[in-house]
T-cell receptor, first 110, second 113 residues
């Protein structure tokens, strides 16, 4: 079983729609959860982090965490073509190690 | 100012050669990392140093050897390069804490012929 699992996609949504990206993880002791965005040929950059159950909103982005279900998601409202990228879910345990998922490719159609 | 820098950006070399990739961060972070991203975009941790001390050493061939001369630098030396080493190598740094965002360098695309 992979430690952090994501649907590889591509996930295709029309401009203005809500994009929903999902991630599950296997280590129940995980403490911090991150969403990174990676444009093609570029390095990953942080969008949001969350470590408490529930929702966390930042602009058009909402991260949702459910530790009981070992599930974290990212919602992108009013999706724009510039949101087209690969979204990496990352999970950190009690130490220094952060495990990345394989990423979900998102394509927003204009 | 570049926060995390890597050199070189591209590296093309023959099998069997030895090469090094350098990384520097000017963010004052204590922790630095090396990741390998393969053709399927899977980002896998290789090594991590905290205050020049090795804290993460994943199952990586011992042909790969990291070196941290000081907190701001983490270099990666690769001996006897193999075709399977072709990938993009990212350096990253972070501060401690639950919200330890990792700042990534631009990556080094290594191609082994």
């Amino acid at each position: 079983q992979k430690e952090v699992e994501q649907n590889s996609g591509p996930l295709s949504v029309p401009e203005g729609a809500i994009a929903s990206l999902n991630c599950t993880y296997s280590d129940r002791g995980s403490q911090s959860f991150f969403w990174y965005r990676q444009y093609s040929g570029k390095s990953p950059e942080l969008i949001m982090f969350i470590y408490s159950n529930g929702d966390k909103e930042d602009g058009r982005f909402t991260a949702q965490l459910n530790k009981a279900s070992q599930y974290v998601s990212l919602l992108i409202r009013d999706s724009q073509p510039s949101d087209s990228a690969t979204y990496l879910c990352a999970v950190r345990g009690g130490g220094f190690k952060t495990i990345f998922g394989a990423g979900t490719r998102l394509f927003v159609k204009a | 100012d570049t926060a995390v820098s890597q050199t070189p950006k591209y590296l093309v070399t023959q099998m069997g050669n030895d090469k090094s990739i350098k990384c520097e961060q000017n963010l004052g972070h204590d922790t630095m990392y090396w990741y390998k991203q393969d053709s399927k975009k899977f980002l896998k941790i290789m090594f991590s140093y905290n205050n020049k001390e090795l804290i993460i050493n994943e199952t990586v061939p011992n042909r790969f050897s990291p070196k941290s001369p000081d907190k701001a630098h983490l270099n990666l030396h690769i001996n006897s390069l193999e075709l399977g080493d072709s990938a993009v190598y990212f350096c990253a740094s972070s501060r401690p804490g639950l919200d330890n965002e990792q700042f990534f360098g631009p990556g080094t695309r290594l191609t082994v012929l």
